[in-house]
C-alpha cells in the first residue's frame, strides 16, 4: 500500500532552537495534515493544508504544501518545553482519497 | 463537553474476557473512526462509519466488532483478544462528504482507551 516517509525519526535540540520536519510520498496527495500527540493523549491537528504551495501558520508553527504535492514540512520556530511529543504527517492520496499517516517524529528539548 | 471523548482511558483484560470500548463526538460530523496505535508503527485505520453504516473494515479480525448506533456514538466490543492486540486506540470524528463513497475529511481525535490484554 501507500506509505509516507516522514522524517527525522526523532530529534534532540535545545530549547530555543528552531525544528524543521518533513514528510514525503511517491504519490500525489490532496491533503496535508500535521497532527501533535502528546504522551497518553491522542493526536491532535496542527494545521492543514489543501493546496499545493500553501504556506499556512499556527503561532510559532508553519506548514507548507509541496508544489509537487508528493511532500509537506513543519516548522517550529524558537522551541519552548512544552513542543515536546510526536508529530505526525497525514495526507489524503489523490487516488482513493483515503488519509494515511507517518509513524511520526518524536520531539525531545534538552535542558 | 466538547470534541472527542473516549471511555475507558485504560483497560486491562484477559484473553478470555469481553468489553467495550466507547467514544462519542460532540461537534456534529457524521463518519466516525477507529484507529489501532502500537509502538513505532503509523496509525491503523480499522473501520469507518459514514452515517452510521460501516464504510470501510481494514481486514480486522473477528475479535474486534464495531457498532455505530447514531452519529455521535461509536463503540468496539472486544473479546477472545490475543496479547498482541494491547495498543493504543483511537477514535476520530470527520465531517462525511455527502455524495463521494470513501472520501475522508480532516479527522479530529479522541485521547483513546490504553488496552493491555494479559
Known amino acids: 500500500g501507500q506509505q509516507l516517509n516522514q522524517s527525522p525519526q526523532s530529534m534532540f535540540i535545545q530549547e530555543g532552537e528552531d525544528v524543521s520536519m518533513n514528510c514525503t510520498s511517491s504519490s500525489i496527495f490532496n491533503t496535508w495534515l500535521w497532527y501533535k500527540q502528546d504522551p497518553g493523549e491522542g493526536p491532535v491537528l496542527l494545521i492543514a493544508?489543501?493546496?499545493?504551495?500553501e504556506l499556512t501558520s499556527n503561532g510559532r508553527l508553519t506548514a507548507q504544501f509541496g508544489i509537487t504535492r508528493k511532500d509537506s514540512f513543519l516548522n517550529i520556530s524558537a522551541s519552548i518545553p512544552s513542543d515536546v511529543g510526536i508529530y505526525f504527517c497525514?495526507?489524503?492520496?489523490?487516488?482513493?482519497?483515503?488519509?494515511?499517516f507517518g509513524k511520526g517524529t518524536r520531539l525531545h528539548i534538552l535542558p | 463537553e466538547t470534541g472527542v471523548t473516549q471511555t475507558p482511558r485504560h483497560l486491562v483484560m484477559g484473553m478470555t474476557n469481553k468489553k467495550s470500548l466507547k467514544c462519542e463526538q460532540h461537534l456534529g460530523h457524521n463518519a466516525m473512526y477507529w484507529y489501532k496505535q502500537s509502538a513505532k508503527k503509523p496509525l491503523e485505520l480499522m473501520f469507518v462509519?459514514?452515517?452510521?453504516?460501516?464504510?470501510e473494515n481494514n481486514s480486522v479480525p473477528s475479535r474486534f466488532s464495531p457498532e455505530c448506533p447514531n452519529s455521535s456514538h461509536l463503540f468496539l466490543h472486544l473479546h477472545t483478544l490475543q496479547p498482541e492486540d494491547s495498543a493504543l486506540y483511537l477514535c476520530a470524528s470527520s465531517q462525511a462528504a455527502a455524495g463521494l463513497a470513501g472520501h475522508q475529511e480532516t479527522q479530529y481525535f479522541g485521547p483513546g482507551t490504553r488496552l493491555l490484554v494479559l
Open positions: 497525514a495526507g489524503r492520496t489523490s487516488g482513493d482519497d483515503k488519509i494515511i
Open positions: 493544508l489543501y493546496k499545493a504551495g
Open positions: 462509519y459514514n452515517f452510521k453504516e460501516q464504510t
